[in-house]
């Protein structure tokens, strides 16, 4: 059997005959309906603070690209997590191959074309992200909606790196500063909720803090996304019905069973 993935042989729906925690009952995405989404007056403003960050790794995992974190201070406090700290660890997106999908949160039902989780894990109590992924209130995520509309400047830093990692395995040191404040919408409203990291091992570890504005990106930065290849440059292109391409990396919605997801309203 080959690792896990997006295609129709591999993808989300075999995914926990290998992780079984993948068919459990806190998993992530969710569809968010939002006549069921209370709001919780407890909530505030989610207050996140990057300073001087550098990202030190671009990666084609096959799965996605992720941009790692190398060094800089971050800080996310607030929302729904309390006074613990939380700090940035890496980024990456997910999306469709073309607009009408991509996201792997849904509104009412809705799919945008993409969205970008910033990840982020919890240093007041772990002392490693390894620690921290594997772990109840180990991480939380900030996941962003991506619409086609104006280009994205800092977005465009990422984009023009991505041919220098066009396929899977392959990976770029890099040591290029990054404001990722930048990828906040300008309306701090949010949906919150308790789930797991959407890919394998599907841990149920994430602190979801999905905003409720989009923000945008140009349908060129979203192409450089689709140009990538799920493959090692090595290998025969997959047969299948993506035919190799890095696109529709999105996990479908899981059930939501017991959980509650709260609001709040800038
Ligand atoms: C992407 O999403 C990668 C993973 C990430 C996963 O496939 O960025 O990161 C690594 C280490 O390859 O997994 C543990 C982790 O961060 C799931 O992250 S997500 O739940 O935010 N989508
Ligand atoms: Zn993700």
């Known amino acids: ?5 997006y295609a ?9 005959a290998m992780f079984p925690v993948a068919g459990g009952s806190k998993q992530s995405p969710i569809d968010i309906k939002r006549r069921g989404c209370p709001e919780d007056p407890r909530l505030n403003k989610i207050r996140a603070a990057y300073a001087d960050i550098m ?21 996310l406090r607030g929302g729904p997590l309390g006074d613990d700290e939380y700090v940035l660890e890496q980024f990456h997106p997910h999306w469709g191959k073309t607009n009408e999908r991509g996201s792997e949160h849904t509104v009412d039902g809705t799919c ?21 992924a594997a772990s109840e209130g180990g991480l939380a995520v900030l996941g962003m909606f991506l619409t086609i509309g104006q280009e994205h400047p800092e977005m ?18 890099v040591t290029n500063p990054v404001r990722p404040e930048t990828f906040l919408p300008k309306n701090g409203s949010y949906y919150t909720y308790s789930g797991s990291l959407t890919t394998p091992p599907c841990y149920e570890s994430v602190t979801w ?22 493959y090692h440059p090595c290998e025969d292109c997959p047969q299948d019905e993506l035919q190799g391409a890095l696109v529709e ?18």
């Open 249 to 266: 990396n999105y996990r479908p919605p899981c059930p939501l069973c017991d959980r509650v997801v709260r609001k709040y309203s800038d």
């Open 1 to 5: 059997m080959v690792g896990w993935g």
């Open 55 to 75: 990202i030190s790794e671009l990666s084609n995992s096959g799965a996605s690209w992720k941009a790692q974190i190398g060094s800089g201070r971050s800080s």
């Open 209 to 230: 803090i999905v905003f409720e504005q989009p923000i945008q990106v140009s349908e060129a930065q979203l192409d450089a996304f689709r140009r990538l290849k799920s």
């Open 8 to 16: 129709k042989a591999n993808g989300p729906s075999t995914w926990p």
């Open 112 to 132: 945008y074309p993409a969205e970008l989780h910033l990840v982020h894990w919890n240093k007041s109590k772990f002392s490693s992200f390894a620690q921290a």
């Open 156 to 173: 465009s830093k990422i984009c023009n790196l991505l041919p220098f990692i066009s396929h899977k395995g392959q990976a770029i040191t």
